[in-house]
């Protein structure tokens, strides 16, 4: 039996998820491709490193984790992070380090260093496909290797997939849609004349409101996830720095309820199209748009993405209410695709 050996740089909720989904579906992954996947690696900032060139047991890693949030036991080292990169046996990264959506880092050179060993690579996170995609596509395929990124938009919610796989020849000439779950929940729950203090404190207790949610609520989040997406099927080399960005952090009641008097509603919306050049444009902000809209339905923490091609018009892709698991799922699958390679 072959093996695939994973080098996890990362372990928090979304690390832990996808140890479990692997244990889940091990016996399904070996019948089918006839691979054994270990994790021989794992780098933390927090909870120390794990390397067993065998395999970690990834159960007691993840009981650790969420027991005790620190690491112990023989498969413990003293190698960091890079040196793990650099010197550790695996065949495959998988990239789940918390972002940086100003500059990518560290994530990208993550990445560039196991892609220049010849490893296949998986991120999760959008900061090195907003800023350096172009520089990883092209080593990835020097090198021979996949690069996959499912995951950094709408978590496992196959948008990149779908445009690769059942799309072929199709331009991609526009992109348009609601990509961040944060501020969708807040101008909805605005809508309903909820206070403010009130939404956040539920969100935070849902889980998916930061302590300081200014990323979302300015506008970055979406600009990176907008920018990642045209970047890959748009090929607009462009950086989150170039979009034309504005949050909700100045919508008001009176703008919510001045809205809801046209019968429409604000949304903070994501855009990319081409310009009279044939250059990509991009631009984040809130919108009124009308009820009849089908994006005025997107509630919650649903998100949706629309795109526009030359031959096959526009398709949407809504993602509803996502957890963890959808995030988790967004690796697994891409760690298929290095199995079917």
């Not at 065998?54 to 969420?66: L, T, Y």
């Not at 990509?179 to 956040?200: A, H, Q």
Request: charged share 25%; glycine share 8%; proline share 3%.
């Amino acid at each position: 039996m072959k093996a695939l050996r994973l080098a996890l740089m990362g372990f928090g909720n979304v690390g832990q998820a996808f140890g479990k989904m692997l244990l889940e579906k091990q016996e399904e992954i070996q019948d089918r491709y006839d691979t054994e996947v270990k994790i021989t690696a794992i780098a933390t900032a927090t909870k120390g490193n794990l390397y067993n060139p065998e395999g970690i047991d990834i159960a007691k890693a993840i009981e650790d984790a969420e027991k005790n949030g620190s690491f112990n036991g023989p498969d413990l080292t003293e190698l960091g992070g890079i040196e793990l990169l650099e010197e550790a046996e695996y065949d495959c990264l998988m990239e789940l380090s918390p972002l940086d959506i100003f500059t990518g880092q560290p994530a990208t050179d993550h990445l560039m260093i196991a892609i220049s060993r010849g490893k296949h690579a998986i991120t999760a996170n959008k900061g090195p496909v907003a800023w350096y995609f172009r520089d990883l596509k092209y080593l990835a395929e020097e090198k021979n290797v996949g690069f996959y990124y499912e995951t950094v938009v709408m978590d496992g919610t196959p948008v990149f997939n779908l445009v690769e796989h059942t799309l072929k020849m199709a331009k991609v000439t526009e992109i348009r849609g609601i990509l961040n779950s944060t501020t969708n929940f807040i101008l909805e729950e605005m809508e309903k004349g909820c206070d403010m203090d009130d939404i956040m404190a539920r969100g935070r207790q849902m889980g998916f409101i930061e302590a300081d949610p200014a990323m979302d609520i300015e506008g970055y989040d979406a600009a990176g996830k907008v920018t990642a997406l045209l970047n890959v099927l748009m090929d607009a080399g462009i950086r989150p720095d170039q979009v034309k960005r504005k949050g909700i952090e100045d919508i008001t009641m009176d703008d919510i309820r001045a809205a809801a008097s046209r019968g429409n509603v604000i949304k903070l919306l994501c855009k990319g199209s081409l310009d009279e050049e044939g250059n990509v444009i991009a631009e984040v902000g809130p919108q009124e748009i009308p009820r009849t809209d089908m994006l005025a339905s997107v509630n919650s923490t649903t998100s949706i993405v629309s795109i526009t091609t030359d031959l096959m018009k526009t398709v949407s892709i809504v993602e509803h209410e996502p957890e963890i698991e959808q995030t988790a799922y967004g690796v697994f699958g891409d760690m298929l695709r290095v199995l079917e390679r």
